[in-house]
């Protein structure tokens, strides 16, 4: 065990001596993740609002025109976009160029076709191809339903009950009764897990991806530590003493444990108190699965470092599987949001 140890601390004195270490195992690591950070909005104190931008311009002039207005903005999934005046072509070349995820038009006449029970489309402009477009015509026509509804409701009451129940009151009372509808779908969250913002989010995803990758391009100088030794005839000599190899290996191994368990140490510390990563919300599974990651990583380092024959090959061992196992295996983007086949690959 003394020599299995002695070997270890020789390897950890030769990195601590090495600046890429540092520069690979702390510095790069923070400067990616909030370099990913800004660019995905999470330091931005800005309210993000994810909703479709819908150009909405209304060419009619009845009061009925309104309501339907109302129900568009309250969407939490459009975001009405007005103008005062444009151009249907100017609305398709808005489309066209990604400005706008649709353009609704109001045409003149509307409102007093729906008053009269005719039949009367809203210009809708969009390109029917993409996802945001089944989005848009659910929303639009939840929207047009219910004025639909709240007309022939009002009308029906006031034929039978005149006075009693006047066909703007019946109108709006139909309209309001939507607001707390009889059947509805609420989102919950477990009370056992707090609500974060956008930016927390993001970071929660940042902060671990460029950890892991930073840990698998740390192996960069471990491996060469082992090459250096190889090359110098030092693993040859020390293979005439009454060393034996499984020390030598272990040895090396427990070096490149200890170095990559301590990296992710420090940047789960770093994570949960300066970008206020909630790590310690559950702190033995991030324990666990920051030991278990570094058993595993250390493992591919030892085996770089006996399968590289030089320098150069070290650093081509490290670098490639850095680039492939992170951008595959959801380091830059979730798996969540990417196709199926290249979540099997991820997973696997």
Not at 179 to 193: A, F, L, N, R, Y
Not at 232 to 250: A, E, G, N, P
Not at 316 to 338: C, H, K, N, Q, Y
Request: aromatic content about 10%.
């Amino acid at each position: 065990m003394i020599r299995i140890l002695d070997i270890t601390l020789k390897d950890l004195m030769q990195l601590a001596r090495d600046f890429n270490t540092f520069m690979f195992l702390l510095i790069m690591p923070i400067i990616f993740t909030l370099l990913f950070g800004y660019a995905s909005g999470a330091f931005s104190s800005e309210a993000s609002d994810s909703r479709l931008p819908v150009g909405y311009l209304n060419e009619d002039d009845r009061w009925v025109d309104q309501p339907l207005h109302d129900i568009l903005a309250e969407s939490e999934t459009i975001r009405l976009v007005e103008y005062s005046s444009a151009s249907i072509s100017e609305f398709e070349s808005f489309v066209a160029d990604g400005n706008l995820a649709a353009a609704i038009i109001v045409p003149h006449g509307y409102g007093q076709a729906m008053l009269k029970n005719k039949t009367v489309h809203l210009i809708v402009i969009a390109d029917t191809g993409s996802t945001a477009w089944t989005t848009i015509q659910a929303e639009t026509l939840t929207a047009v339903s219910r004025l639909d509804g709240a007309i022939r409701t009002a009308t029906i009451l006031d034929d039978m009950l005149g006075d009693r129940a006047p066909f703007r009151y019946a109108f709006d009372q139909t309209l309001e009764a939507w607001q707390d509808p009889p059947i509805k779908v609420v989102e919950t969250t477990s009370s056992v897990v707090p609500k974060v913002a956008d930016g927390g989010m993001s970071l929660a995803h940042t902060s671990p991806g460029m950890m892991l990758q930073f840990a698998i391009a740390g192996l960069l100088t471990a491996a060469q530590i082992i090459v250096t030794e190889r090359k110098s005839r030092t693993l040859q000599r020390l293979l005439t003493t009454s060393v034996r190899r499984i020390h030598i290996l272990l040895g090396h191994y427990l070096a490149i444990f200890i170095l990559i368990f301590s990296q992710f140490m420090i940047l789960i510390a770093f994570g949960q108190f300066a970008l206020k990563v909630d790590y310690m919300r559950v702190p033995s599974a991030t324990l666990f699965v920051a030991f278990s990651a570094a058993l595993c990583i250390s493992a591919m380092g030892l085996l770089i470092g006996v399968i590289a024959k030089s320098e150069e090959q070290a650093v081509t061992f490290s670098i490639i599987p850095m680039f492939v196992f992170s951008g595959l295996g959801g380091a830059w983007v979730p798996l969540e949001v990417t196709g199926e086949t290249f979540q099997i690959i991820g997973h696997l």
